[in-house]
């Protein structure tokens, strides 16, 4: 079965220091990998998507990157927090197979900034 | 219904009622996903329903499709306490973007 793990949990962190999030997806090879961020009380933004190792296209620009440095990790960082990254962070993965749309979240990391 | 630009749609009832949420959406997409948001965890998967589809049901789920309106709608017969939860629609307009909708909190009570 899959699983995908996303690290930390929650994270309080200042204005103007960096982050790093992590994601790692286990039991499936070559996931399409996907970084979502979602204020408190609203709907899911998509920041980032990859379909492969190296490879990852932005699809909203918050002072955000993202990397794929593995087949099953993706990493969000920033240089710089922002009052306005709060929120919570979302990985997720979906199938290859583009006849069955299948999207598995992880449980998330709850960011604030102060 | 929702919608991104929408505020979070809000709907409170009774265990044991059926309920119906609606979904509007503005671009092409070969599918619409519903999700399921239950306070502090990832959202999960609950219905596809793809274009050339009217209607697909899993248990008490019941999805529809209007494509020529580009509207979707979420059924819960006989909720639960435990559907409580915040319910999404999302589209795909493709190149491996997901566009999610505003979403409706439901709220059961027992």
């Known amino acids: 079965a899959q699983t995908i793990h996303q690290w930390p949990v929650a994270e309080i962190k200042a204005v103007g220091s960096p982050l790093s999030l992590g994601c790692t997806i286990k039991?499936?090879?070559?996931?399409?990998l996907y970084w979502y961020w979602q204020a408190t009380g609203g709907t899911l933004q998509q920041l980032f998507y990859?379909?492969?190792?190296?490879?990852v296209e932005s699809v909203v620009q918050l002072n955000l990157s993202a990397s794929r440095p593995k087949d099953d990790q993706f990493i969000l960082s920033t240089e710089k927090l922002l009052l306005s990254h709060s929120g919570f962070y979302l990985c997720?993965?979906?199938?290859?197979?583009?006849?069955?749309?299948?999207?598995?979240f992880g449980s998330g990391t709850r960011l604030l900034v102060i | 219904s929702q919608w991104g630009e929408e505020n979070l749609q809000a709907l409170s009832i009774q265990e044991g009622e059926d309920v119906t949420m609606n979904c509007s959406y503005k671009?092409?997409?070969?599918?619409v996903q519903w999700y399921r948001q239950k306070s502090g965890k990832g959202p999960a998967q609950l219905i596809l329903?793809?274009?050339?589809?009217r209607e697909k049901r899993s248990g008490r789920l019941r999805a529809t499709l209007d494509t020529s309106s580009q509207s979707s709608s979420l059924s819960i017969t006989g909720t639960l306490a435990t559907d409580t939860a915040v319910y999404f629609c999302?589209?795909?307009?493709?190149?491996?973007?997901?566009?999610f909708g505003s979403g409706t909190r439901l709220l059961v009570s027992p």
């Open positions: 671009t092409y997409t070969t599918v």
């Open positions: 039991g499936k090879s070559s996931p399409n």
């Open positions: 997720a993965w979906g199938s290859l197979d583009t006849s069955n749309s299948d999207y598995t």
């Open positions: 990859s379909i492969t190792v190296g490879q």
């Open positions: 329903i793809r274009s050339n589809e």
């Open positions: 999302a589209t795909e307009p493709g190149g491996y973007k997901v566009v």
